[in-house]
């Protein structure tokens, strides 16, 4: 079982930069990849980055640029730095954890007003 906390979501005006963490517990040893995902109101849960155990990122279209994921085995935490917010990056944020299943947080809200 892996456990996720995420933290560090807000509300700001466009432009502003905010920074989520996602702390992980429990079973990490087995956890490969790492991401994050939003979910605006009336939508589905769509990918905005994800980091692998190795280091690789991907990252949604409409975040390349703007956004930044990393990850620190050390500490078993994910952040995601988010710079230049737009109205359209207002969500839910979920933290995601792969080992042989997916584990999710509980969410943290990000408002971005114009």
């Known amino acids: 079982q892996v456990q996720l906390v995420e933290s560090g979501g807000g509300s700001v005006q466009a432009g502003e930069s905010l920074r989520l963490s996602c702390a992980a517990s429990?079973?990490?040893?087995?956890?490969?990849?790492m991401g994050w995902y939003r979910q605006a109101p009336g939508k589905q849960r769509d990918l905005v980055a994800t980091i692998s155990s190795g280091g690789s990122t991907n990252y949604a279209d409409s975040v390349k640029g703007r956004f930044t994921i990393s990850r620190d085995s050390a500490e078993n935490t994910v952040d995601l730095q988010m710079n230049s917010l737009k109205p359209e990056d207002t969500g839910v944020y979920y933290c995601?954890?792969?080992?042989?299943?997916?584990?999710w947080g509980q969410g943290t809200q990000v408002t971005v007003s114009s």
């Open positions: 995601q954890a792969i080992t042989r299943r997916s584990y």
């Open positions: 429990g079973s990490i040893f087995n956890i490969n990849r």
